[in-house]
């Protein structure tokens, strides 16, 4: 027969094992490994927000959790190499942004899970088998949105109305340029456009490209969305300004360097968001059952300085829709 005490002591030791296998639970230090396609000082913005989410969520970087950077300085060959390095320390998910780092990390590992930030199209490239049901090993944001390069150009025929030839800056080793050229040629035809399409691979490529677009003399030029454009968003800005060419970019970080004008989503946005589907995978959730989240909002980014530079007016009705006006 169990007396009172033995029942109580029974209570105790029971209460102090949860107690003990809780905090053991709690103390458990994940390890986040971060690919990034630049370098830190350029991709602060993206992190930040990043670790914002996390923090948000209570994880506590050397407390409960650990992010290993890793950074490819804007040249794609270095993906094996930097994520062979994620792998061999086991890390219990990877974070990447784009499609040509996010196809890199499912070539590695098929059983790592993958958090994309801002891939174009996942279906098409093979990264998901749909975006409700990913499948496989890869979940995370798409930065795909129907049309994204017709608006561009539309935005820049309100800038420059005698509009008729644009020059499109694409990087033949993007897989999403694919879709994203096939979108250009047929916005262009629907405006009566004539097009160009220039390739960059490398940054050793710039000067060659740079030198084939001045030479067409097109009155804009369109920059698709690409992380090494992002990592020499110095060179591509400074062409624009020599050049006299107004642009449109997919990235703000661009205009914040001297550009006239982007249109995208919010990248900054996109990487705290990746912070909820890290959460959410390291307390057991499986990434093929998490739908890839579609971007909802497209910001309009202007700088009204840089237009005065090249000798342009941005139209007030232009002005008055923009998210941002950097001055």
């Known amino acids: 027969m169990i007396t009172r005490r033995k029942w109580l002591i029974a209570v105790a ?146 800038v420059v109305p005698k509009l008729s030839r644009v020059s499109f800056l694409l990087n033949p080793d993007n897989p999403f340029h694919v879709g994203s050229e096939k979108q250009a040629r047929a916005a262009a035809q629907m405006l009566h456009l004539d097009v160009q399409f220039v390739g960059v691979r490398a940054a050793s490529d710039f000067d060659r490209a740079f030198d084939t677009i001045a030479k067409d003399r097109p009155d804009a030029f369109i920059v698709f969305a690409d992380r090494v454009f992002l990592h020499n968003r110095g060179r591509i800005v400074d062409f624009a300004a020599r050049n006299r060419f107004a642009a449109v970019y997919p990235y703000r970080e661009l205009v914040e360097a001297g550009g006239l004008m982007s249109f995208g989503p919010n990248y900054a946005e996109m990487h705290r968001r990746a912070a909820t589907y890290v959460d959410k995978i390291l307390k057991g959730a499986k990434p093929a059952e998490l739908p890839v989240e579609q971007p909802t909002k497209f910001e309009l980014i202007i700088n009204p300085k840089s237009a005065k530079t090249i000798g342009l007016t941005i139209p007030q009705s232009l002005l008055v829709r923009a998210d941002e006006v950097i001055q």
């Open 13 to 158: 030791a029971g209460a102090l094992t949860a107690a003990f296998a809780s905090q053991a639970q709690q103390q458990r230090v994940y390890r986040v490994g971060f690919l990034g396609n630049s370098t830190a000082a350029l991709e602060a913005n993206l992190v930040g927000p990043f670790r914002d989410g996390l923090r948000d969520l209570g994880y506590v970087e050397g407390r409960n959790i650990v992010i290993e950077y890793r950074w490819a300085e804007g040249k794609y060959e270095r993906f094996p190499e930097l994520i062979a390095e994620l792998v061999a320390l086991k890390v219990d998910v990877i974070v990447t942004a784009g499609t040509p780092a996010a196809l890199a990390v499912q070539r590695a590992t098929a059983t790592i899970p993958l958090v994309m930030v801002a891939v174009g199209d996942p279906v098409s490239t093979g990264l998901v088998a749909s975006l409700a049901r990913p499948g496989g090993n890869s979940t995370g944001l798409t930065s795909i949105a129907p049309d994204l390069e017709g608006k561009r150009m539309e935005l820049l025929r309100e």
